[in-house]
């Protein structure tokens, strides 16, 4: 059975940068499509960005485009979010996404909005400060 935990999250004023983590075990890493969302208290949840298995194909919301870059490291089993520019809007619960069945990145926003992925982590809270 996959397992996501993430780590990273904090606290952190505007402008400021956090990266996240998150380590995959009982599965095949470089088979899976990575992806990030987040859900901020008394919202949906929104997609973040996603990552092909081979790394060759990024997708990202458009808020946060040019201010955070996902990555993943396959030898290690882990998928990151560098997020430098934050702001108190960023602020919300992150949560890692894996699934093996997609054909491109984009389609994780549409598994993140039903809830039909292989794998998601705990989450880890983000709090920016103004």
């Known amino acids: 059975q996959v397992q996501l935990v993430e780590s990273g999250g904090g606290l952190v004023q505007a402008g400021g940068s956090l990266t996240l983590s998150c380590a995959m075990s009982?599965?095949?890493?470089?088979?899976?499509?990575m992806g990030w969302f987040r859900q901020a208290p008394g919202k949906e949840r929104e997609f973040v960005a996603a990552?092909?298995?081979?790394?060759?194909?990024?997708s990202y919301e458009d808020s946060v485009k040019g201010r955070f870059t996902i990555s993943r490291d396959n030898a290690k089993n882990t998928a990151y979010l560098q997020m430098n520019s934050l702001k108190p809007e960023d602020t919300a619960v992150y949560y890692c996404?894996?699934?093996?069945?997609?054909?491109?990145?984009?389609?994780?926003?549409?598994?993140?909005?039903?809830?039909?992925?292989?794998?998601r982590g705990q989450g880890t809270l983000v709090t920016v400060s103004s």
């Open positions: 009982g599965g095949t890493f470089r088979s899976y499509i």
């Open positions: 990552i092909s298995p081979l790394s060759l194909y990024t």
């Open positions: 996404v894996a699934d093996s069945h997609l054909s491109t990145v984009q389609a994780i926003t549409f598994a993140i909005k039903y809830n039909d992925l292989d794998a």
